[in-house]
């Protein structure tokens, strides 16, 4: 069974930093693009970042230059970087392994919740 457990969010303040974390087991981890997503309340769930098996990243326009996405295939983990943070991020962040079509293919895990707000 795929498992992925998301961490790592919480309330910061505009500006602030947050690194989330998405460790991952049941697949083969290190062949596997892998996507980070949110889902804001009314919304539908977006693609903010993702990173390919060899380290090709790519982000949504509204988070460049504010997101990294990085991984470590010994842990079975990825990551993302948060700086800058502003109200509009407020979601809750999932992630997911991508197909090479970019579809994402396992269950959703439960997510971890980000609020940015004063």
């Known amino acids: 069974q795929v498992q992925l457990v998301e961490s790592g969010g919480g309330l910061v303040q505009p500006g602030g930093s947050l690194r989330l974390s998405c460790a991952a087991s049941?697949?083969?981890?290190?062949?596997?693009?892998m996507g980070w997503y949110r889902q804001a309340p009314g919304k539908q769930r977006e693609l903010v970042a993702a990173i390919t098996s060899v380290g090709t990243t790519n982000y949504a326009d509204s988070v460049k230059g504010r997101f990294t996405i990085s991984r470590d295939n010994a842990k079975n983990t990825v990551y993302l970087q948060m700086n800058s943070l502003k109200p509009e991020d407020t979601a809750v962040y999932y992630c997911n392994p991508r197909r090479v079509d970019g579809s994402s293919w396992s269950r959703w895990g439960q997510g971890t919740q980000v609020t940015v707000s004063s």
């Open positions: 049941g697949i083969f981890f290190s062949i596997n693009a």
